[in-house]
């Protein structure tokens, strides 16, 4: 499913009882823009979600990092905005933002009377950033700082630094957003910031989504009025190179001061859209999601194997990762807590009972209508869907949740859960 964060107000009365639908409206601008509108009158506040369809997959492999630098820089002023936040905070206003592999989102939550504010803002900084050097120092700093404090400098920090290379040999997702090497930030020249600019920050490779109390004809006057006339940037041809299928078993073992061992078993998956994702959601939310899943109950609980131990799948845009891992108890060795692993999934290929699917598709079907209650949560997952081909993504997925059966896990378990495909990770804890 989608997995979006939110912390704006709730609301309740935004689906329609009779279709049980998010209803939404769609237009486009001559500069390629794409505008979402999701009308819900039952609250005062509005929620504007601006996504970039950039994210590290689209970095070159000497210039990793910069799309996650961006995230920051978007901050650092613009061409007639020097501070991004304050204008919004005295409207009522809060914003963040976050990168992934896949994409660049920016959000914006205010009360709806000052929604021409939000356009205000995202429209300055799209058609320009200030380019300050002072600004591009100070951002700098700050994500070297955040390399360091969060891949380097805490217990199991550097595992996807190590992980991803070994998994991915070809695609970018062989590094992690934040870069492959802190090197490229510290080397980035401002000519790399603007080329990175003014390739992927362009209105026609951004889907903008204006929700809560708001009306279709004056998100087009404001639409209009603030991005119309952003000139739109060459359109982005993604050719990345496809990663070939991982045909034997690969491992590593690294050793570093944590204070426990843990064991990481990474399988492929195919991508978002693909005919098996639901059936791959299912039964990662089956092997390790909560203290019911079979992982935890069999591993944790029953024989304290482990200390803590998850399963779940990347959801990536291009083919992914399901990912199994947990940190062991003492004196438990690696060898056997792996082969514990391996009894787990192989009891997953034998097949699970109706009642163990039932469950944990009502939990799917509740955490998914729970997250919709958030009015950004709606805006992120109908940008999401436009980025993917389809906004309408986010009124099929109950339906396609609920399609699943027990037949389709067991063969998705035993289609995607095998040894060739598999990358294994030992993390030693220094004795």
């Known amino acids: ?51 970039y369809d950039v994210g590290s997959r689209d970095e070159s492999e000497d210039k990793t990092g910069f799309a996650h630098l961006f995230e920051h820089l978007m901050f650092g002023g613009s061409k007639n905005i020097p501070q991004f936040d304050t204008p919004l905070q005295l409207v009522g206003g809060d914003n963040n933002a976050f990168t992934t592999p896949d994409i660049t989102n920016y959000y914006i939550n205010l009360p709806a009377v000052n929604l021409e504010t939000a356009f205000w803002l995202e429209s300055d900084r799209m058609l320009s950033l200030s380019f300050d050097p002072k600004v591009l120092e100070v951002q700098r700093s700050v994500v070297i700082e955040e390399f360091k404090q969060r891949y380097l400098n805490q217990p199991y920090g550097d595992l996807w630094l190590k992980l991803r290379p070994v998994v991915y040999t070809s695609h970018p997702y062989s590094w992690p957003t934040i870069g492959k090497d802190i090197s490229h930030i510290e080397q980035a020249t401002m000519a790399d910031v603007e080329e990175f600019f003014y390739k ?102 029953q024989d304290q194997v482990f200390n803590s131990i998850s399963a779940y799948a990347s959801g990536s845009f291009d083919p992914g990762l399901i990912v199994v891992g947990g940190k062991l108890n003492e004196g438990v060795t690696l060898d056997y807590a792996e082969s514990r692993i391996t009894e787990v999934l192989d009891n997953m290929k034998a097949g699970i009972n109706d009642t163990a699917i039932e469950k944990t598709k009502n939990q799917a079907q509740a955490s998914h209508a729970f997250s919709e209650i958030e009015l950004l949560n709606r805006a992120m997952f109908l940008a999401m869907g436009d980025v993917l081909g389809d906004a309408n993504m986010i009124n099929e997925e109950l339906a396609k949740i609920d399609q699943v059966t027990a037949y389709d896990i067991k063969s998705v378990a035993n289609k995607y859960l095998v040894n060739n495909s598999c990358t294994t990770m030992h993390y030693k804890a220094k004795k």
């Open 200 to 301: 992927f920050y362009r209105p026609n490779n951004a889907t903008l989504v204006v929700a809560g109390q708001v009306t279709v004809e004056q998100v087009k006057r404001l639409s209009e009025k603030w991005f119309g006339g952003i000139p739109a940037g060459p359109k982005n041809q993604r050719l990345l190179p496809v990663e070939p299928a991982q045909l034997v078993e690969r491992r590593l073992e690294i050793e570093a001061d944590v204070p426990l061992d843990a064991i990481y078993k990474v399988f492929r998956m195919p991508e978002r859209l693909h005919s098996d994702y639901y059936a791959i959601d299912l039964m990662n939310d089956i092997l390790g999601k909560g203290r019911s899943s079979m992982l935890y109950n069999d591993l944790v609980k």
């Open 1 to 51: 499913m989608f997995q979006c964060r939110s912390d704006s107000a709730p609301c309740a009365s935004y689906i329609c009882s009779k279709t049980n639908m998010i209803k939404f409206e769609s237009f486009q601008l001559e500069n390629g823009l794409k505008v979402i509108v999701h009308e819900d009158h039952s609250t005062p506040m509005a929620a504007v979600n601006l996504l």
